[in-house]
């Protein structure tokens, strides 16, 4: 009798820590395919700005300080990995893709031309899509290092050498530098 019910306590405790085990890992992956699915939509960013250095190149060469900065705020944002520096580093992108479009209010050639105006709306596009994956993966960290609060799924995660992930913060901002083309997503 006393066996069986050794047995039956073994039996729940192991399911137990199967089950703290199963819940950390479905929580990393989800973590891990947020990140992934963020670093999609930031190379998507990074070819368009390619794309938007092209196009002003032809229009802007007095604007050379400009463009070298983005073309230098792109090497940096596909460089970086850690989420901290990279949510920097696309705020710095960011910066320079507005000054780019101050800029390019000077130059009536560029405003009008067919192929900046696609850009400057697939700019906009891809800030709002880069948003949602900013904030799905913040969902994610948030709910991963939430599993550090209890001391059993913490002692688990520190056995499987999982650590408390940083946030991927940036302010929100949008549509600070898409200027009419952001008003028709909202």
């Not at 703290?20 to 963020?38: E, G």
């Not at 696309?90 to 031309?113: C, G, Q, T, Y």
């Not at 940036?170 to 600070?176: H, L, Q």
């Amino acid at each position: 009798m006393a066996i069986s019910i050794t047995m039956i306590i073994l039996s729940g405790v192991l399911i137990w820590i199967l089950y703290l085990y199963r819940d950390l890992v479905r929580q990393k992956n989800s973590l891990d395919a947020a990140w992934d699915d963020l670093e999609a939509h930031l190379n998507k960013k990074c070819k368009a700005l390619e794309s938007l250095v092209n196009a002003g190149e032809v229009f802007m060469s007095q604007e050379e300080d400009i463009l070298r900065a983005l073309v230098m705020a792109e090497a940096k944002l596909l460089r970086e990995e850690d989420p901290q520096k990279k949510a920097q580093a696309e705020a710095a992108a960011d910066n320079v893709v507005k000054d780019l479009f101050a800029a390019s209010a000077k130059h009536h050639n560029l405003e009008s031309n067919q192929d900046f105006l696609k850009i400057r709306e697939k700019m906009a596009e891809i800030g709002l899509e880069t948003q949602a994956a900013q904030r799905f993966y913040n969902i994610n960290v948030r709910d991963f290092n939430d599993k550090f609060k209890f001391f059993a799924k913490k002692a688990m995660a520190e056995l499987m050498n999982y650590k408390q992930q940083e946030y991927f913060d940036t302010e929100d901002r949008g549509a600070v530098y898409y200027g009419a083309e952001m008003d028709k997503h909202r």
